[in-house]
């Protein structure tokens, strides 16, 4: 099993900043990406930003230009910059961590890490 820890949610007001990070422990081999997803009330889970080993990026359309994902391999330590924070991003943020191949091995998440977003 790999266990995934979040931390850096909190209250932030519109516009302001957060950092969030994520640590992987356990068996932490051949981890091929790490990542965030996001859940706010009543809405379903969504990608945010993954990372793979070889550096690769994606990011949900939404959040292009104000979040930054960045990972060290040799820790299995996956960050979120997050800028220019709105409302609308309000939600539980759960670190995610996949091994093996795109559609076939083993997701592992977090427990997650609230970030409100309000005046």
């Known amino acids: 099993q790999v266990q995934l820890v979040e931390s850096g949610g909190g209250l932030v007001r519109p516009g302001g900043s957060l950092r969030l990070s994520c640590a992987a422990s356990?068996?932490?081999?051949?981890?091929?990406?790490m990542g965030w997803y996001r859940q706010a009330p009543g809405k379903q889970r969504e990608l945010v930003a993954t990372?793979?080993?070889?550096?690769?990026?994606d990011y949900a359309d939404s959040v292009k230009g104000r979040f930054t994902v960045s990972r060290d391999n040799a820790k299995n330590t996956v960050w979120l910059q997050m800028n220019s924070l709105k409302p609308e991003d309000t939600a539980v943020y759960y670190c995610?961590?996949?091994?093996?191949?795109?559609?076939?091995?083993?997701?592992?998440w977090g427990k997650g890490t609230l970030v409100t977003v309000s005046s």
């Open positions: 990372i793979t080993s070889g550096g690769s990026t």
């Open positions: 356990g068996s932490i081999f051949s981890i091929n990406s």
């Open positions: 995610n961590a996949h091994r093996g191949p795109p559609h076939y091995g083993i997701d592992y």
